[in-house]
Structures are given as structure tokens and as C-alpha cells.
């Protein structure tokens, strides 16, 4: 599993880099926190506003990003005078919070800038109750946040700016639909009555720490739709937590709060948090643990009890997203599976016609973006077939075929990226041959998901095909149509989950 962290796949060294600014934005949201006075609570108010700013903002354009981290403190700061002011009562206070969560989960409808929006939202909320903020304290808190979002946009955007080089289409939107049937309300929905479980029985624990729970059903919502992937989900936060928790044990409880190497304990978290995002959730929640432990370290309150307490709260949350998404409107990982092998095939069936175009001469042709396209999506694949090739799922068959589905669109991903390049060359030409071997792509294509709009042009049959271009192109191309005919089998021939 730690093999999977540092041994994975870092093009362009981008998960190094985005670590490496995060640790440096942060640390420089902090240091600024304490020249102006806002002291210990001051300074973790504004570190978790970098934090989120740094890890949560991911619009598709450089702009984007920035316009997403200035409405930030317009979603939050009402929110955080809500929670301090509801600080003394807690039913009111408790309500308040669920309607947070339900609109926090809702506004991933209008994509990453919604999604953003709404993590901050939720997270200054429980960042109230993590620092038993009161309404005298407002001012303090706000002048905080504004200054650790302006310093790590000052890195993000001056210092070390970097997300021009991010391929086209790495945020693929959410499969579309109406009412109960759109992604979001489902999952709002979900998520409140999962976060209601976990407030009851969090504050049944514990009448202070009660919201770790509902932290822990909120996160395991984030970026996951079907019933089984909330559940691989769950199964890893608690796991992480575990592990977070021994290491805690080891590492962050015989520190005794010591300012120095707790602050560098924190950095190192902060490092792993942003580094093993991407690649495995079990190591991010180890990470995010460890800082949490360290906090409270800092903060003088951390004890053996209160990390045992934290373990016991995450499992209540986790309890409560897999009662939310079994019992409140379930959705299939076939469904969801279904949605998005059918985008995926498109994005093929778009980089094949663009290609063929291009290569017959059109210049306005591009099937650069289609190929980005389709490997954003084969990351969405991936997560939704996750609960299918987990080694705890016992279902042989089913995971086995799962396997040859990713494996058969990886294939696809390879060539489609190598089509794309070859017609980007300016010297490659069209050929005959391209129009047949396109057409058979597309008719392996619309024997899966049906009908796609859309048909390469025509080719010249009277152009000679003896061209390097050509024939590279046509390698590609029937690499496709050998994968897409493959995958017949699997699609059809089975029912890949009904879990």
C-alpha cells in the first residue's frame, strides 16, 4: 500500500509539486497569522482556510481558480458568523448544520466552483466547532482567513503557478438528470439523513467532539456517487484513521504539544495529504489524522482518550453513509458504471472522427482534447469501479471482469493518445484505408452504447495510402476497434455490480 503512494505514476512531477506549494502556502498563510497578532486559534483558522483554498479549487482554467478562491470568504464568512452565533444553542445549531450539509452537497450541480463553494461552506462550520469559536471572536477569525487565503494565492498564482500545464478535461461534470434522478439531489439528500445518524449518535459519545462524525459522513460523500463506492470509501477513512491513529500514538503523543516539532509534524502531514490524494485515500486520511493529532497537541488537549475518540467517531460517520446510501434512495455501481463507460466511449468515438478529419486535411480538426477527455474519464471509471476490484469483494466473476473493462479502456486511453499524435503531424496524410477503419471503430463504438451523433468525413478513395502518418494512424485505429470489439463481451454479456 505505501508502494502505491510513492511508486505510482507523477507526470510532470505535478502530485510533488502541488504537495510541495501546499506545505509552502500554508506555512506561509501561518507565519502570517502569527506577525498579526491572531494567535494559536488565529493561525489554525487560517491554516485550514489555505488548506482547503489549495486542496478544494480546482476549476479547469487558471482564472477560474481564482475567481472560485475570491468567493470563498463570501460563502464562508456567513456561514462562520451563523455557527458562532448559534455556538450556545445547540438545536438550533445542529439544524443549521444539516441544511449546511445538504447545500454544501447540492451545489456540486454547477461543477468544481460549486463543489469548492460548498466543502468551504461545511468546513468553516466545523471549523467553528473544532475551535469552540464565539461571536467576540469573529473578527479575529475573519481577519485570519483572508489573510491565509491572500498568502497562498500569492503562491499559487505568483510564486509557483503551474495549472496551464494540467491536460484539457481533467474535471469531467457528473452525469446530468432530473429531480431524484440528478446526481447531487440524490446525494444531498443522502448526505443529511447519513449526517443526522452521525450527529445523534456523535453527540451520544461525545457532547464536545461530536463532529468528527458528521465530518466523517460529510468527506465520504466527496467524490463518490454510487452505493459501493461510498462504502470502499468509508471502509478506507476508517482504515486510515487506524492507522493515523497508531502512528499518532507513536509520533504526535509523546511531543506533548511541543511548538517546534509539532509544527513540523504538521508540515509533513500537510505534505502527505496533497501527495497521496490523488493515488490513495487510506494514506490522505493516515495524513489528515496525524495533523488533526498534532493540532490538538498544539492546542494542549490531546490525550490517548481523545484519539480513541476519534476513531470511534469516524466509524459512527462511516455507519452513517453506508446506512444513507443503502437504505435512502440507492444507487447501483452498475448505473453509475454504465454512465460513465458510455461517456468514455464517446470521447473515443469523438478522437477517432477528429483524427481521421485532420488527417484528410481539415486544420480545425483537434482530437487532443477528446484524448484528454477520455483519460479524465477513465479516472471517474476507475473510482466507480473500485468497490469491484477490491480484495475484499468476494464476487470473483465480477471482479475479474471488472478488470478486463479497465484494462480494455486503457488500451483504448493508449490509443487514442497515439492517433492524436500522429495527427498532429503536419506531414502526415490522409489515406483511403483511414474512412473504413474509422467507420468500423464507430460501428464498435454504437454496438455498445448505441447511436453517436457526429461522422468522420469522407476521405478521397483515390488518394494512394503509402504515407508513414497513414499507417501509424491505421495501427492505432485498429488497436481501437480489436479493444472496443473485446469489451462487447464484458458490457454485455454480464451485469458488471448490482451492489
Known amino acids: ?47 485550514l482556510a489555505a488548506l482547503l483554498a489549495l486542496f478544494t479549487v480546482t476549476d479547469a482554467t487558471v482564472r477560474g481558480q481564482a475567481v472560485t478562491t475570491a468567493l470563498l470568504p463570501v460563502v464562508g464568512f456567513p456561514v462562520l458568523a451563523v455557527a458562532a452565533v448559534l455556538h450556545g444553542h445547540p438545536v438550533a445549531r445542529d439544524l443549521v448544520f444539516l441544511a449546511v450539509v445538504g447545500a454544501g452537497v447540492y451545489a456540486r450541480r454547477w461543477g468544481p466552483r460549486g463543489h469548492s463553494l460548498g466543502v468551504f461552506a461545511f ?57 431524484w434522478a440528478r446526481p447531487t439531489t440524490r446525494q444531498a439528500f443522502q448526505a443529511t439523513v447519513g449526517a443526522a445518524f452521525a450527529l445523534v449518535v456523535g453527540q451520544w459519545l461525545s457532547g464536545d467532539r461530536w463532529y468528527w462524525a458528521v465530518g ?11 452505493r459501493g463506492e461510498t462504502l470502499v470509501r468509508g471502509f478506507r477513512r476508517v482504515l486510515g484513521t487506524v492507522l493515523g491513529m497508531v502512528l499518532g500514538l507513536v509520533v504526535a503523543l509523546p511531543l506533548h504539544g511541543a511548538p517546534v516539532p509539532s509544527t513540523v509534524l504538521v508540515a509533513v ?48 460517520g462511516a455507519l452513517g453513509a453506508a446506512l444513507a446510501v443503502a437504505l435512502v434512495l440507492p444507487l447501483t455501481t452498475h448505473t453509475v458504471t454504465d454512465r460513465w463507460v458510455e461517456r468514455a466511449l464517446h470521447a473515443v468515438h469523438g478522437c477517432t472522427a477528429a483524427a481521421a478529419a485532420r488527417l484528410a486535411g481539415d486544420e480545425s480538426a483537434d482530437p487532443a482534447p477528446h484524448a484528454g477527455e477520455l483519460e479524465a474519464l477513465l479516472g471517474r471509471v476507475r473510482m466507480a469501479l473500485a468497490p469491484l476490484v477490491h480484495p475484499l469483494n468476494p464476487m470473483r466473476g ?62 478521397d478513395p483515390g488518394v494512394p495510402g503509402l504515407h508513414p502518418g497513414a499507417e501509424q494512424a491505421l495501427a492505432h485505429l485498429h488497436g481501437l476497434e480489436r479493444a472496443l470489439v473485446e469489451l462487447a463481451a464484458p458490457l454485455r454479456g454480464s451485469r458488471l455490480a448490482r451492489a
Not at 510513492?6 to 505535478?14: E, I, S, T
Request: proline share 5%.
Open 216 to 226: 466523517a459522513t460529510w468527506w465520504i460523500f466527496v467524490n463518490t456517487a454510487s
Open 123 to 179: 468546513m468553516t462550520f466545523f471549523m467553528t466547532q473544532f475551535l469552540h469559536a464565539v461571536p467576540r471572536q469573529l473578527a479575529g477569525l475573519y481577519v485570519a482567513v483572508l489573510l491565509s487565503l491572500l498568502a497562498s494565492s500569492l503562491v499559487r498564482f505568483g510564486l509557483w503557478c503551474f495549472e496551464r500545464r494540467l491536460p484539457p478535461g481533467t474535471t469531467p461534470p457528473a452525469p446530468h438528470g432530473r429531480g
Open 269 to 316: 502531514c500537510v505534505f502527505g495529504i496533497f501527495y497521496a490524494a490523488a493515488v490513495s485515500y487510506t494514506w490522505m486520511m493516515l495524513a489528515v489524522t496525524l495533523m488533526a493529532e498534532s493540532l490538538y497537541g498544539l492546542l494542549g488537549v490531546l490525550d490517548p482518550g481523545l484519539i480513541v475518540l476519534r476513531l470511534a467517531e469516524t466509524g459512527v
Open 398 to 459: 465480477r471482479k475479474a471482469r471488472a478488470r478486463q473493462v479497465l484494462a480494455l479502456l486503457d488500451d483504448c486511453a493508449r490509443e487514442a493518445h497515439g492517433l492524436a499524435a500522429v495527427a498532429g503531424d503536419p506531414d502526415a496524410s490522409h489515406d483511403a484505408r483511414l474512412t473504413a477503419a474509422c467507420r468500423r471503430v464507430e460501428a464498435a463504438v454504437e454496438s455498445l452504447v448505441g447511436a453517436v451523433p457526429g461522422r468522420a468525413p469522407g476521405v
Open 1 to 47: 500500500m505505501l508502494k502505491r503512494v510513492f511508486m505510482a505514476p507523477d507526470p510532470g512531477r505535478l502530485r510533488l509539486r502541488n504537495a510541495s506549494r501546499a506545505v509552502l502556502g500554508i506555512g506561509l498563510a501561518v507565519t502570517l497569522c502569527g506577525l498579526a497578532g491572531r494567535g494559536l486559534v488565529g493561525a489554525v483558522a487560517g491554516g
